[in-house]
């Protein structure tokens, strides 16, 4: 198995190598279609990376990868699978996509929102709307004694 690389992005501008050492494989049956090698064949693949011990995480992308990725964690072992493909080596690169794909949109910084000022159609349509609404509600009144 070779190291794991993750292509250039927002909070990672070099890329990433995720050294072939930290990743583990594990084969088992894969359910579907697969024809008369189905049941003698360790088709699917899971792929799994201990966010928490890699040494290609910095420490801030690091709190990025746990935190965002906290509901698909094992404790701190991130797990992918596989089983899409009949062949074992399809699945290989599947999960090392998915994998890669995964830590590279969860280590991006999140994007900071800032506020504008409305438009002034907008704040025309707004209060115009209002004036509709509270003609409506005074037009169901009854008439006033004078």
Known sequence: MENLRVPPGP???????????????QFSHASGPGGQG???????????????????????????????????????????????HRSQRRNRTAARERLSELLREAIAPPVIRRPTRRTRGS????????????????????????
């Open 11 to 25: 909070g990672a501008p070099h890329g990433l190598i995720i050294p072939a050492g930290e990743l583990q494989e």
């Open 38 to 84: 189905v049941n003698t064949t360790d088709s699917r693949v899971q792929l799994s990376l201990d966010l928490e011990t890699t040494t290609a995480l910095t420490e801030v992308q690091r709190r990025l990868a746990l935190d965002r990725l906290a509901t698909r964690l094992s404790g701190t072992v991130l797990t992918i699978s596989a089983a899409e």
């Open 123 to 146: 704040h025309r349509r707004r209060l115009a709307g209002k004036r509709e609404r509270s003609e409506i509600k005074a037009n169901r009144r009854p008439p006033g004694r004078d």
